[in-house]
């Protein structure tokens, strides 16, 4: 089993009621794995801001893993690692 932190930032944190969660993993899970997790944890509205159709990543969510930009769709079936970090941050524009 593997310790990964997550972090929530924005309006990710107004949806979850936190800043920051760390959660157990079974070795070999994948990031998106822990985004499944994370949906079934926090429900239908942290799901329709992270996941645009059925496990489609939205395009207005940017994921960091230990400070690397994996926004990529082929990048989420990197696997975690224990003690690895997430940052989850939706995307702001403005005009």
Known sequence: MYSIKVNFLSFLSDITGKNN??????????IMDLLIKLTQLFGN?????????LNDLSKYIIISLN???????NKLNKNLLDG???????AIAGG
């Open 67 to 73: 400070g690397e930009a994996i926004n990529l769709r």
């Open 45 to 53: 509205e942290f799901k329709n801001v992270i996941f645009s159709d």
């Open 21 to 30: 969660i760390t959660l157990t993993v079974e070795e070999k899970s994948t």
């Open 84 to 90: 690895d970090e997430v940052f989850l941050l939706p």
